[in-house]
T-cell receptor
Framework: DAGITQSPRHKVTETGTPVTLRCHQT?????MYWYRQDPGHGLRLIHY???????DKGEVSDGYSVSRSKTEDFLLTLESATSSQTSVYFC????????????FGPGTRLTVL | DQQVKQNSPSLSVQEGRISILNCDYT??????FLWYKKYPAEGPTFLIS?????DKNEDGRFTVFLNKSAKHLSLHIVPSQPGDSAVYFC????????????FGQGTRLTINP
C-alpha cells in the first residue's frame, strides 16, 4: 500500500466545465505523477512534480494543468473538459531519487459528455 | 513515436502452463525496466524490475529476461494461475536522468482453467 488516495473515484461531467482531480499521499514523497490510461495507449504521462510548486509537462499535457502547494497533494485540472479527456486517471509516487519504481493510486474514472 | 511497444494486445494461456509476455523498446538509453500488473478498477501494481546490467531477474513464479542487443524484454510466469489474469504493462526509464517512466500499451493475459 503506497498510501495514495484519489478523489473523486468516479465523475461524470459535461463538455466545457472545469474539473479538478485530487491525489493525496501520506508518505511525503517528493515525486508525484499524473497519468491517463486509454485502450491501445497504455499509461501516458500528463504532468509530474518534483517538489512543492515544481512541476513539468509530460507527453500529453495539452488541456491539463497541475498544482502542488503542499507535499501531500497534487491536483490535476481540466480547465474546460472535452470528450477526448474521457479516461481513467492515475496518480503515482516515487520513493526517492535513487529508485525508478512508481506506485499508483486506485484511479479516477472521468466521463465527459 | 512509441518508444516502448507491447505488440500483443492479448494472450490466452492454459492454467499451469508458462505465460510469456513480450516488450520491445527503441531507445538504447533506457537502463531500467519494470513490469506492472493491473486488475480492473484498480491501479497498476509493481511486479518485477531489471537493470540493464543484468539479463535476468527472478521473483518466485515471475522472471524477467532482458536482451539488450535486441532491445527486447520478456516476462515469464510459471506456472500460470487464474489470479494472473490481468493487464500487464512494461515500462522503461533512465534517459538523461529523467525521473519518468515510459509505458507500453499493455497486454491482457487470460488464464484458462
Amino acid at each position: 500500500d503506497a498510501g495514495i488516495t484519489q478523489s473523486p473515484r468516479h465523475k461524470v461531467t459535461e463538455t466545457g466545465t472545469p474539473v479538478t482531480l485530487r491525489c493525496h499521499q501520506t508518505e511525503n514523497h517528493r515525486y508525484m505523477y499524473w497519468y491517463r490510461q486509454d485502450p491501445g495507449h497504455g499509461l501516458r504521462l500528463i504532468h509530474y512534480s518534483y517538489g512543492v510548486k515544481d512541476t513539468d509537462k509530460g507527453e500529453v499535457s495539452d488541456g491539463y494543468s497541475v498544482s502542488r502547494s503542499k507535499t501531500e497533494d497534487f491536483l490535476l485540472t481540466l480547465e474546460s473538459a472535452t470528450s477526448s479527456q474521457t479516461s481513467v486517471y492515475f496518480c503515482a509516487i516515487k520513493r526517492g531519487e535513487s529508485t525508478d519504481t512508481q506506485y499508483f493510486g486506485p484511479g479516477t474514472r472521468l466521463t465527459v459528455l | 513515436d512509441q518508444q516502448v511497444k507491447q505488440n500483443s494486445p492479448s494472450l490466452s494461456v492454459q492454467e499451469g502452463r508458462i505465460s510469456i509476455l513480450n516488450c520491445d523498446y527503441t531507445n538504447s538509453m533506457f537502463d531500467y525496466f519494470l513490469w506492472y500488473k493491473k486488475y480492473p478498477a484498480e491501479g497498476p501494481t509493481f511486479l518485477i524490475s531489471i537493470s540493464s546490467i543484468k539479463d535476468k531477474n527472478e521473483d518466485g513464479r515471475f522472471t524477467v529476461f532482458l536482451n539488450k542487443s535486441a532491445k527486447h524484454l520478456s516476462l515469464h510466469i510459471v506456472p500460470s494461475q487464474p489470479g494472473d489474469s490481468a493487464v500487464y504493462f512494461c515500462a522503461a526509464s533512465g534517459i538523461q536522468g529523467a525521473q519518468k517512466l515510459v509505458f507500453g500499451q499493455g497486454t491482457r493475459l487470460t488464464i484458462n482453467p
